[in-house]
């Protein structure tokens, strides 16, 4: 293994792919236009770091079962200083309610279902500290790429390297060579461009989500605790016209989402107000713990991210690679709507997958194959799942402008299905195998839905289906301000 592996990107994505090829004894460089993080700790990461390459860097993250798992199995003493850092492990047993908790018997496979608390800065410094350790990675920062160099090579074109040039040079200063050029520049990508210019485009499936979603940032005074988990009112949910979440954090932060379909205009200008956006959030039932008066200080004002699509990049055109020797990773390859917390997830099992290809594989056009297939086989499901569930969120936001709440299915089979999905919501906050399965799906520890498969878990569905459609909706909908009444606080709170 003495290739060298050149990757554009040090973010999450980016450095998981160093790591992944320096365990397989690749010697690798990678790439970075920002700075490195500064001294200090978490907070000196969160609010001095320029990101500019990392949109969602201070919006909140999820950090899922997949990652987590990955990386227990491969870096324990990386995950030793995360926790050192301030990032919480939480363990299935923590997330239940009281009533399912006093249920609790430990079951094979709970080891699994854990997650990591913290914000994106804590997992970005540490990670990144860690991988400059390593000797055989090398970060260079202040590098801006200009351009993709191939040479053609049969049918395909062969990278071999890419254009660069350092800050406060305007002109190109150089070209880097490498054996591997690997994209993990994120959704904000420019080799598709580079690609299409030299006779090879990258065809994408690209489908919009249709929202928009603000985050604020807070810190718990000392001595303040945590509200409880697990209560009947949940801290992340849908009233069918927006959605919210809750992100517990590290070192006493935590902070709040309030997603909106992008039609939803007045709404959408009212949460970039700090005093509408903590509004908002009171007047939830489930959110208004955490924003009890003297009990937290706001660390930023609310600000947005848009543009928030499921987008899936091409670099196998009927069976033949766009380039060889070329890569990509995590979002440059592929996203899903940042709202389900599963890209950080996808992007180490991503990098993962390249590195077993490259060591395993030594011809070029098999190694872009092999990784094609087995990205499709491991990841397609993943994006599959998201992309229906946006597509849902559009109807179910678009519904609420009708004050049509509950979706009505257009024949029987789809009258049962949504009736099914009604009653698996309904389970799985009342039964403990139920989510046991639920959360192995959200976790991305197997294939989405294939907990369904067990004849107990469809037994215990269909006896809730015989609830009756409308009281097992109640799981989906979340106890707030209907829509009406939230423009009528937005506008009362205007005024004031």
């Known amino acids: 293994m003495n290739e060298r592996v050149l990757i554009v990107g040090s973010g999450i ?7 992944a090829l320096s365990s397989k004894g690749f010697q ?85 279902l854990w997650v990591l608390m913290c914000r994106r800065a804590i997992i970005e410094t540490v990670l990144r500290r860690y991988v400059e350790r390593l000797p055989d990675i090398e970060i260079l920062n202040g590098i801006h790429i200009d351009g993709l160099i191939t040479e053609p090579r049969g049918r395909s074109l062969r990278a071999v390297g890419v254009r660069v040039r350092r800050d406060c040079v305007a002109e190109f200063g150089e070209t880097l060579h490498a054996d591997v050029i690997v994209d993990a520049s994120g959704r904000t990508t420019h080799f598709p461009r580079w690609l299409e210019a030299q006779g090879a485009p990258v065809t994408e499936e690209n489908d919009a989500a249709e929202i928009v979603y603000y985050t604020r940032h807070y810190r718990l005074n000392p001595g303040v605790s945590e509200p409880p988990r697990g209560g009947k009112e949940r801290s992340a949910g849908d009233l069918g016209y927006l959605k919210f979440g809750v992100f517990p954090g590290d070192n006493g932060n935590f902070a709040i989402i309030v997603c909106l379909h992008n039609g939803e205009a007045e709404l959408r200008e009212a949460v970039k107000d700090g005093s509408s956006f903590d509004a908002i959030c009171r007047s939830i039932p489930g959110v208004a713990p955490w924003l009890q008066e003297g009990q937290f200080v706001a660390t930023t004002e609310p600000f947005g991210i848009g543009d928030i699509r499921a987008v899936w990049r091409h670099f196998v055109v009927d ?137 107990r878990t469809r037994l215990i569905i269909l006896g809730y289906m015989l609830r009756g459609r409308k009281n097992n909706a109640t799981a989906r909908v979340q106890n707030g301000p209907d829509r009406q009444q939230m423009l009528e606080l937005v506008g009362d709170q205007s005024i004031a």
């Not at 990461?45 to 909140?60: C, E, K, L, M, T």
């Not at 999820?62 to 926790?83: I, K, Q, S």
């Open 319 to 455: 069976g033949r690679p766009l380039a060889t020797n070329f890569f990509a990773v995590g979002d440059a390859a592929l996203r899903t709507n940042p709202l389900y917390g599963r890209g950080c997830s996808t992007g180490i099992l991503h990098a993962h997958l390249l590195a077993e290809v490259l060591s395993e594989v030594s011809d070029p056009i098999s190694r872009a194959l092999v990784f094609d297939q087995r990205t499709e086989a491991e990841i397609r499901p993943i994006f599959t799942a998201s992309l229906r569930e946006d597509q849902n969120g559009i109807k179910r936001a678009l519904a609420s402008h009708q004050d049509m709440p509950l979706e009505q299915g257009k024949s029987l089979k789809s009258w049962l299905g949504l009736a099914f999905g009604d009653a698996l919501a309904y389970a799985a906050r009342n039964n403990l195998h139920v989510l046991r399965g639920m959360l192995r799906t959200v976790n991305l520890l197997e294939k989405p839905g294939d907990f369904l498969k067990d004849s």
């Open 28 to 112: 690798v460089q990678m790439l970075e236009r920002d700075s490195a993080p500064p001294e200090g700790d978490a907070d000196n990461a969160f609010f001095d770091w320029q990101r500019r390459g990392a949109a969602q860097f201070r919006h909140p993250h999820a950090f899922l079962g997949l990652m987590c798992n990955l990386l227990e199995e491969n870096y324990p003493d990386l995950l030793e200083e995360f926790y050192a850092a301030g990032a919480r492990r939480i363990e299935f047993q923590d997330m239940l309610s009281p009533e399912l908790e006093s249920q609790y018997v430990p079951a094979p496979g709970d080891e699994k």
């Open 13 to 19: 994505a980016g450095m998981c792919t160093a790591l």
